[in-house]
């Protein structure tokens, strides 16, 4: 079993409707939770960045990590076609320096 | 700064070839990670500097993998006797460290990559 588990779609979409992406994970050591896009033959680009459990927004984005379940979910509000990229979550432990990605979720979102 | 530089971009090589690629890392970044990413997977991390010390190396990094980082500026990471299971992008990423007050950043910054295919 993975440590982290992402769903790789892919996820298609019309233009306006509200994206969720979810991870699950099985290491009760991450603390640092991160979210980023990355397009076609780009580097991954940080979206989102979260301590510990709770939410956070970032404009049309929504960030949320619930520990108890290691569930995390990124939302994302009026889903425009720039939105289309493969979705990737990350995480980290307390202390540590290594980041483990989940396989990442193409979205799609269609004009 | 225009942020994290990685070259070359493409490399083609045979098997067997050695390959060496760089990375410029955001200048006031003193953290610089290396990764590699295949088709429909996320990135694996390889390496670690904190200033020129390499501070831990993933098992993925055979004996045929080397990394360095002279003077804690840019980084090379070169592949001894390329095989063809090493085709995928390299992923370069550096991050500030620890801040005054401010615990340590996890965000990473990436470059583009390069993506190496091994024929």
């Known amino acids: 079993q993975k440590e982290v588990e992402q769903d790789p779609g892919p996820l298609s979409v019309p233009e306006g409707a509200i994206v969720s992406l979810n991870c699950t994970y099985s290491?009760?050591?991450?603390?640092?939770f991160m979210w980023y896009r990355q397009y076609s033959r780009k580097g991954p680009e940080l979206l989102m960045y979260?301590?510990?459990?709770g939410n956070k927004e970032d404009g049309r984005f929504t960030a949320q990590v619930d520990k108890s379940s290691k569930y995390i979910s990124l939302f994302i509000r009026d889903s425009q076609p720039s939105d289309s990229a493969t979705y990737l979550c990350?995480?980290?432990?307390?202390?540590?320096?290594?980041?483990?990605f989940g396989a990442g979720t193409r979205l799609f979102v269609k004009a | 700064d225009t942020g994290v530089s990685q070259n070359p971009r493409h490399k083609i090589t045979k098997r067997g070839q050695n390959v060496t690629f760089r990375c410029d890392p955001i200048?006031?970044?003193?953290?610089l990670y290396w990764y590699r990413q295949t088709l429909g997977q996320g990135p694996e991390f390889l390496t670690y500097?904190?200033?020129?010390?390499?501070?831990?190396k993933s098992r993925l990094l055979s004996d045929r993998f080397s990394a360095e980082r002279p003077k804690g500026s840019f980084s090379t990471l070169e592949i001894q006797r390329t095989e063809q299971g090493d085709s995928a992008m390299y992923l370069c990423?550096?991050?500030?460290?620890?801040?005054?007050?401010?615990?340590?950043?996890?965000?990473?910054?990436f470059g583009s990559g390069t993506r190496l295919t091994v024929v």
């Open positions: 990423a550096s991050t500030p460290g620890k801040k005054a007050g401010q615990g340590l950043d996890y965000g990473y910054t």
């Open positions: 290491n009760s050591a991450f603390q640092y």
């Open positions: 979260t301590y510990s459990s």
């Open positions: 990350a995480m980290s432990g307390t202390g540590g320096f290594k980041t483990i």
């Open positions: 200048s006031e970044h003193n953290r």
């Open positions: 500097f904190q200033n020129e010390a390499q501070l831990e």
